[in-house]
């Protein structure tokens, strides 16, 4: 993270030359002019420590110092005095000062107190940091990868931990692309620095936009107090951009510029900051049909992908199936509760056969269910969902014709299979062609789409969920 430090000190000479002194790589300075408003400005900024002189702390100082340290995430408070008042320096530090410094102290005294003031505050956000990631910190090697094309994947991935380039992973949703990019950040140099995940299809634009670059205080109606964006915050880690696809015109403009300068600046703020993170951006959209639609811009894109990595779906890779599932019996089972072991074989077999539309979230969604449904020390059939435990027969496995392929060219393989499943088959394909061409022409109205097709809209969301057609792509 990049430390932010505030002057307001009544002495303008010396907020200057300590200003000098600390403003190196990794801390930024800010100073606020004396004024009656000054402690109701400190309480807004978002900083790691702030250095104030005791004369513009409203009295009653102590009073206001306790208050100061109710402050979410409030900076550490380093007053500097010119009094010697002895007992008012060991109540200032009770009330939760970081540190009181009298005027004879020197300079040197003075930034040498603040850097260990500030390296205090990082080790303990490092732990906190550090026992949360001992809990779920992801690695390459854990990545369950049975499949060959998985194991050809991982074989990718590793060539690119070492470097900074930045990283665009594609994939259906649950596919796995925020634990790629996790083990990536951990495997590699910058795993001491913190990982940020942001996802720019979750919030409204103007927070989204200071979620990303941070906001001064004032910048706009309701920001009251100043707040860190996330390059800010991955200062030396990684940022995680999920669901770039979804990220607004103008935001792609400013966040070009950031990763062109490698340099941010807070909305509403005057400043720009060097900051050094790696970038990584995921999405389950087409992004080049965006760039075709105008809606996802190409030099963005460039930028972005300089390293672009697939997770293929999971019904592309069925032979990680079985080691997913005994992976996830396993973990969840102190989660879970249940002294569940194993799957019985019909059950793990209706699993190898599912689409699994949700990918891997889904297969570990279906797990957990199935562990608090089941009797005994197995899941069984029973204990899946009726759209896994009924789903498909090993037809799946099987190539399909291409679409468009005429119908009497049916591959040999569709004649050993039984004539339910073909009908199935031949029926979903049309379907998915039918609801995708109408979908087409309504723009993706599904209002409109079910009237045409003569269905209950709540049918055709659902099928649409099935065939996994999202409006938003039609628009
Ligand atoms: N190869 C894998 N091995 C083990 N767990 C995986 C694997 N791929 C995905 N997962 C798990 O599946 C869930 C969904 O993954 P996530 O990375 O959130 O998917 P996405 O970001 O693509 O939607 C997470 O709990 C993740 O840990
Ligand atoms: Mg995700």
């Known amino acids: 993270m990049l430390n932010r430090v505030v002057l307001a000190l009544d002495r303008t000479d010396v907020a200057r030359r300590l200003r000098k002194r600390v403003e190196q790589d990794d801390v930024v300075v800010t100073e606020l002019k004396n004024g009656a408003d000054i402690w109701d400005k400190l309480t807004r ?3 790691d420590a702030v250095l104030v002189s005791r004369t513009m702390i ?13 402050l979410p995430d409030a900076p550490a408070l380093m007053v500097l005095t010119d009094d010697d008042n002895e007992d008012e320096h060991v109540q200032l530090q009770a009330a939760g000062a970081a540190a009181v410094v009298g005027a004879r102290v020197s300079l040197d005294s003075m930034a040498s107190l603040l850097f260990s003031v500030l390296s205090e505050r990082d080790e303990l956000a490092q732990e906190r940091l550090a026992t949360r990631r001992a809990l779920t ?4 090697s854990d990545f369950v990868s049975t499949s060959g094309v998985m194991q050809a994947f991982v074989r990718t991935v590793e060539r690119v931990i070492d470097s900074n380039v930045s990283l665009l992973i594609l994939g259906e949703t649950g596919v796995g692309k925020e634990r790629l990019a996790q083990a990536v950040h951990y495997e590699g140099p910058r795993k001491t620095g913190p990982f940020i995940a942001i996802n720019c299809g979750a919030l409204p634009e103007t927070l989204l936009e200071s979620e990303l670059f941070g906001h001064e205080e004032g910048a706009f109606t309701g920001a009251i107090r100043s707040r860190r964006g996330c390059f800010e915050l991955a200062h030396h880690g990684t940022v995680f951009l999920d669901e770039i696809g979804e990220l607004p015109h103008h935001l792609q403009v400013k966040l070009l510029r950031v990763l062109q300068e490698r340099e941010v600046r807070r909305v509403g703020g005057e400043r720009s900051i060097k900051v050094d ?21 190409q030099d963005l894109y460039y930028r972005l992908s300089v390293m672009t ?16 599932v005994r992976t996830y019996i396993d973990y969840l089972r102190p989660r879970v509760g249940r002294d569940v072991y194993g799957i019985r074989a019909d059950a793990m077999h209706a699993m190898a056969q599912y689409r699994w539309p949700g990918n891997v979230r889904e297969l570990i969604n279906v797990i957990e269910r199935a562990m608090l449904l089941a009797e005994g020390e197995e899941i069984g059939l029973v204990d899946l969902p009726q759209s896994v435990a009924v789903g498909r027969e090993p037809s799946e496995m099987i190539m399909l014709p291409p679409p468009g392929a005429a119908l009497d060219d049916l591959p040999p393989e569709w004649l050993e299979r039984p004539w339910k499943d073909v009908r199935r088959e031949a029926v979903e394909r049309i379907e998915r062609a039918y609801l995708k061409g109408l979908l087409e022409e309504t723009k993706g109205k599904v209002g409109e789409t079910a009237r045409r097709a003569g269905m209950q809209p709540r049918s055709l969301f659902e099928k649409m969920q099935y065939y996994q057609l999202r409006k938003e792509d039609f628009r």
């Open 45 to 47: 900024q978002s900083a």
């Open 58 to 70: 409203p009295d009653p100082a102590v009073q206001t110092v306790e208050a100061w340290e109710e």
């Open 137 to 140: 910190q992801p690695r390459l």
């Open 277 to 297: 993170v790696r970038v990584m951006a995921a999405t389950n959209r087409d992004l080049k049909a965006l760039i075709e639609q105008g809606l996802f811009r």
């Open 309 to 324: 990595l697939e997770i293929p779906p999971l019904r592309e890779r069925r032979e990680d199936i079985r080691e997913l």
